[in-house]
């Protein structure tokens, strides 16, 4: 360790580890359904690939929660993402390729993907 | 990256109440699930709630487990980490309210404390350095080396207004520009780790929970001070402390931020852990250098004072653990930052452990200022069984008390100072109506007995003779003349001895005797303990009326003191009996009357 700079490049790799521990209220969190029904509908692989795609882009600030049934059984797995300000928006029949477009298109691009969402079911 | 993160404490208090076993336990219940690679178990420092440990949150809820045991551990993984639903029996029942779970630091435990020394307790993996630096550690280190003159830390220290938190209170930034002042071939920096006040556990959970930000203040201290070698006296009876210390000065040395050139200043420094004994004098700074030497823990007079004449015969910067851990607070964020807090002439904050006949157990950090009031009734939670406080006792050995009416004083060094009691390191006992006065002194006293060195005659003798007079009055055998006989003695050891221990010893029997006089005069002229503690001023006795002779005191007496027929109201002999108290509770009509 020589530099303050050499220094403050560890502190930021290793604050990128620690985001989990963050509840200051100002981190975006993703929570996906994992009742039985989530995990019966492949919630898990979608999780695993929400947290593998946040630490592949090294994303900060963004954690990935769980919860139990969010009462939808049917268009399970379904994920809540919840960005501070801004309203909740609610994916569902999820996969791994669609959790992997979320990432880039809604936490990295700031736009939420409005054909995945429970908005666009049919009536 | 982990996507939960699952934080026990293992601080002393938690791994005696088996959180080890807990963790050992999760770790294998994770395997089992699958889970390794998505949930990470780890080990923290001390959460400062110990009366509810063993203690575990979860991260990314957040939410607080408390009174963990081995066994809900499965239902935890299984359900929590597993499923997503969080097992509510365990919460800790302040934080859940029927709209939503609440945040820990909303808690009336956690809301009016302010965390300066102990930021990172609880909060972070103190076996692991990434951690630190992650919490901005180091940085002050680095600030220090790379921009500042050691004349310049000196001055944010003293403006910082920070006072040795050991319980003398002598300006921080003052002691370490006498030892700069000195020219010399070698100086040395002392960290003084030896924690002897009985309910004192502060200092422990620092070097427990937060390892690397002691060895950042004592380098910083080392470049102030113009020392490039430091000590940290520990005592061998803390070895998680011991442990996690050596874990943290290896990982400081291998990241190169201890030892040759740290940060390319030309800055060196270099870092012991030495154990001691265990014994109380060994907290007071000579005999604990005496002790470093590889002597017997004997102290010296003064002067020379350390910075003249310390360690090895050099100048040498003596802290405790708790001064120290605010340095690194302090440099980066600014002497203004930490002066903002407290009061006019006590700034900052300072950590007490909570004991005694209080709810919350633990270790709180509050700002200077803080009522007694506040620390009890709110933070403390109060008194446990609906009883009347009394007392809190406060710097152990050395202090005093601080009596209920007293309760609102703003507590920092000066005002303790003008009620005749003492900040101290920080223990904080508090009392209620079942405890004497008179039996406290006795029992702080029977400790100075115990830990007197021996060297000088005041303490060596003096304690001695005190503690027989506090049992003259304890036994009821003393007149109002020994009361003033006493006080002498305890002015005399104060004067007259020759290191701190000596002349702090009478301290707890003065202030009894300021605040609680009537309780000694209430041994001493009506023969009676108040309380109800002191055995010897007890007796017990059967009311004829109540008793309806059903023979269950008489069958539990150890002695056989109670005799009586059947249906017939029995009596207590006197000569026989040893107030043992075991009538009392058998008897279910509340005939046995203590008084």
């Keep these: 360790m020589k530099t303050l700079e050499e220094l403050m490049a560890l502190r930021d790799a290793a604050r990128a580890q620690m985001t989990t521990r963050d509840d200051s209220g100002e981190v975006t969190r993703i929570v ?17 690939k929400f947290v593998e795609e946040i630490a592949k882009r090294g994303l900060k600030n963004v954690t990935v929660a769980q919860t139990g049934c969010i009462g939808m059984c049917q268009h399970e797995p379904i994920a809540e993402v919840l960005v501070p300000g801004e309203e909740k928006v609610t994916y569902i029949q999820l996969t791994e390729e669609k959790a992997a477009k979320i990432i880039l298109e809604h936490i990295v691009n700031g ?13 | 990256m982990y996507r939960s993160h699952v934080l026990v404490c293992g601080g002393t208090g938690c791994t005696s109440s088996n959180s080890q076993k807990i963790i050992e336990t999760m770790e294998a219940e994770i395997k089992a699930k699958g889970l390794e690679n998505e949930v990470q178990v780890i080990r923290t420092g001390c959460f400062g709630l110990c009366a509810l440990g063993p203690i575990m949150i979860v991260y990314p809820e957040g939410c607080f487990y408390s009174e963990v045991k081995v066994e809900d551990v499965p239902e935890i993984v299984e359900e929590h980490l597993l499923k997503g639903r969080m097992v509510k029996r365990l919460l800790y029942k302040e934080t859940v309210t029927p709209q939503k779970i609440k945040g820990l630091n909303d808690t009336d435990f956690y809301k009016k404390q302010k965390r300066v020394a102990l930021r990172n307790c609880g909060v972070i993996n103190p076996e692991d350095i990434n951690e630190y630096i992650a919490y901005d550690g180091y940085q002050a280190l680095a ?34 520009s006498f030892t700069a002042a000195n020219k010399a071939d070698q100086k040395y920096v002392v960290c003084n780790a030896d924690e002897g006040d009985p309910g004192a556990f502060m200092d422990r959970s620092v070097l427990e929970g937060d390892p690397h930000c002691i060895i ?107 001064t120290f851990a605010n340095i690194p607070t302090i440099i980066r964020e600014g002497a203004e930052y930490f002066a903002s807090m407290g009061t006019e002439k006590s700034k900052g904050t300072k950590v007490f452990a909570l004991g005694g006949k209080i709810k919350n157990t633990g270790l709180v950090e509050i700002p200077m200022g803080t009522t007694l009031r506040e620390i009890i009734e709110e933070i403390g939670g109060g008194i446990p069984n609906g009883k009347k406080f009394k007392a809190a006792q406060t710097g152990g050995p050395s202090g005093g008390c601080i009596p209920a009416h007293l309760m609102d004083t703003p507590i920092d060094y000066d005002n303790l100072t003008a009620i005749g009691c003492m900040m101290g390191s920080g223990g904080l006992i508090v009392m209620d109506e079942d405890n004497c006065m008179v039996d406290i002194a006795k029992f702080f006293l029977d400790f100075t007995v115990d830990e007197s060195c021996g060297k000088c005659t005041p303490c060596r003798i003096g304690t001695k003779r005190l503690r027989e007079m506090l049992d003259k009055i304890t036994d009821g055998k003393a007149t109002l003349e020994d009361l003033d006989k006493l006080e002498e003695l305890c002015n005399y050891i104060k004067e007259n001895s020759l290191c701190g221990l000596g002349q702090t010893a009478p301290n707890p029997v003065l202030a009894t005797l300021k605040f609680f006089r009537d309780e000694y005069i209430a041994h001493v002229v009506d023969k009676k303990c108040p309380a109800g503690v002191c055995k010897k001023l007890l007796s017990y006795t059967i009311a004829e009326d109540k008793c309806k002779g059903c023979t269950a005191c008489a069958r539990k007496c150890p002695v056989g003191a109670i005799s009586g027929a059947i249906k017939q109201p029995h009596t207590i002999d006197t000569t026989k009996c040893i107030k043992c108290g075991v009538c009392v509770d058998t008897c279910k009509f509340d005939a046995v009357i203590k008084k």
């Design chain 1, 32 to 48: 996906v359904g994992m009742a039985t029904c989530g995990i019966a509908a492949g919630a898990r692989p979608v999780m695993n």
């Design chain 1, 111 to 123: 736009k939420p993907v409005a054909e995945y969402t429970v908005g666009a079911l049919k009536k």
């Design chain 2, 143 to 176: 600030k220090c080396l790379t921009e500042y003159t050691p004349e310049q830390v000196i001055q944010i220290v003293k403006d910082s207004g920070l006072r040795g938190r050991g319980g003398g209170g002598f300006p921080t930034g003052l002691k370490w």
């Design chain 2, 216 to 322: 950042e203040a004592m380098t910083i201290c080392g470049y102030a001070t113009g020392a490039t070698e430091g000590y940290i006296y520990v005592r061998a009876e803390y070895p998680i402390a011991v442990a996690r210390l050596q874990i943290a000065i290896n990982q400081a040395k291998d990241l190169g931020l201890l030892g040759k050139n740290i940060f390319d200043s030309g800055f060196d420094f270099d870092l012991h852990v030495k154990l001691g004994a265990g014994a109380f004098v060994c907290g007071e700074e000579t005999a604990l250098m005496t002790s470093i030497e590889g002597n017997r823990g004997e102290p010296r007079p003064r002067p020379p004072y350390p910075a003249v004449k310390g360690l090895f015969g050099k100048p040498t910067t003596e802290n405790n653990v708790e």
